[in-house]
């Protein structure tokens, strides 16, 4: 395959509903980095109760080489075109490392 896939959970772990459409967007450095820009973004396609989550894949168009590693950062609300609507108490938890593996097969 010519594509890197990351599975992340958006949890709502708030009091009140999130709007569908909330983005989620991945980098190939931390999202902190002077000049970082998404590398794939994907938004949540229901709207989120206090207390539910649903599952979102982020294909980043690099294919890793057998035994090879990669970090990406996903960041929750970020991207070309946050959701001013958004309402958060918190915003300490929207955003996290992965660590993509490719397995080599022999």
């Not at 970020?78 to 996290?96: H, K």
Request: with cysteine.
């Amino acid at each position: 395959t010519s594509e890197t896939a990351l599975v992340v959970c958006v949890a709502n772990v708030g009091r009140a509903g999130a709007p569908a459409g909330v983005p989620v967007a991945g980098c190939d450095v931390s999202p902190d980095t002077p000049g970082a820009r998404p590398v794939a973004v994907v938004s949540t396609t229901r709207r989120l109760l206090p207390g539910e989550s649903e599952v979102l894949r982020l294909v980043v168009p690099e294919r890793l080489a057998p035994g090879a590693m990669a970090s990406y950062w996903v960041r929750l609300n970020d991207g070309p075109m946050p959701l001013a609507s958004l309402l958060q108490c918190r915003d300490d938890n929207d955003e996290g490392r992965l660590d993509a593996f490719c397995p080599s097969v022999e």
